[in-house]
């Protein structure tokens, strides 16, 4: 069984920054390529950013970009996301993936999901 807990959400005020953090356990973590998802109130889950098995290719969603950053330390098991410049509309639930295959946009992907941290942007 592989679990994923997320932790690192708050409140900050726009323009803040926060970094989340995603530790997996149970299986070798870099067998995975890893995701960051959210999802706000009302509305469905959205890609925010992918990395692949060995940290060299990432990927992200184009309202975030140049301004989150993920990363990932295969040493400790864990994934991140760095979240600068943050906005109201950045205000969301998210949740860490990981995936066995493929990694990229498509929440499909993902085999694992961590329970979510709140991230919530005050303006």
């Known amino acids: 069984q592989v679990h994923l807990v997320e932790s690192g959400g708050g409140l900050v005020q726009a323009g803040g920054s926060l970094r989340l953090s995603c530790a997996v356990s149970g299986r070798t973590f870099s067998s995975y390529a890893m995701g960051w998802f959210r999802q706000a109130p009302g509305k469905e889950r959205k890609f925010v950013a992918a990395i692949r098995r060995s940290g060299g290719i990432t990927y992200s969603a184009d309202s975030v970009k140049g301004r989150f950053t993920i990363s990932r330390d295969n040493a400790k098991n864990t994934v991140y996301l760095q979240m600068n410049s943050l906005k109201p509309e950045d205000t969301a639930v998210y949740y860490c993936?990981?995936?066995?295959?493929?990694?990229?946009?498509?929440?499909?992907?993902?085999?694992?999901w961590g329970q979510g941290t709140q991230v919530t942007v005050s303006s």
């Open positions: 993936a990981a995936s066995m295959g493929g990694s990229g946009s498509d929440y499909r992907l993902y085999d694992y």
